[in-house]
C-alpha cells in the first residue's frame, strides 16, 4: 500500500521503467495552474477566470486570453499599418511580429 500522502488526487501515479527492466509506479504531486499572463509585456491578464464555462473563462474578443488590451491594441495597428503599405513587416518590432502575421 501506498504511503498516506501519495493516496489523493491530487497525487498523479506515473509508471515508469527502471534500469532493472521492471516498471514500478512513482508519484508526482499535480501543480496549481498560474495566473494568465500576456504573451508580449508579461502583464496579468485581467478578464481570465480560472473557474466556470470555457466560453466564460477568457474574453471572446481577438488575441482574447493571449494578450492584454494594450497589446493587443498595439498589434492591431501594427496589422494595419502593413496592412496600407506604410511599414513593411520587416519594420515590425519581432515581439510583435508572429500576431501581426496572424491577421494578415
Known amino acids: ?20 527492466g521492471t516498471s514500478r509506479i512513482r508519484y508526482k504531486r499535480r501543480t496549481r495552474t498560474s495566473a494568465t499572463k500576456c504573451a508580449i509585456c508579461g502583464a496579468k491578464l485581467q478578464a481570465v477566470q480560472q473557474k466556470g464555462a470555457k ?23 501594427e496589422a494595419q ?17 508572429k500576431h501581426v502575421e496572424g491577421i494578415l
Not at 488526487?9 to 527502471?18: A, D, G
Not at 496592412?83 to 515581439?95: A, L, N
Request: hydrophobic share 30%; net charge positive; proline share 3%.
Open 81 to 97: 499599418r502593413v496592412r496600407e503599405k506604410t511599414k513593411s513587416m520587416e519594420e515590425v518590432d519581432i515581439i510583435l511580429r
Open 1 to 20: 500500500m501506498t504511503t498516506r500522502k501519495n493516496r489523493s488526487s491530487s497525487v498523479r501515479k506515473l509508471k515508469r521503467r527502471v534500469p532493472s
Open 55 to 77: 466560453s466564460a473563462k477568457k474574453p471572446t474578443r481577438k488575441f482574447g486570453g493571449n494578450l492584454c488590451a494594450k497589446c493587443g491594441a498595439r498589434v492591431m495597428k
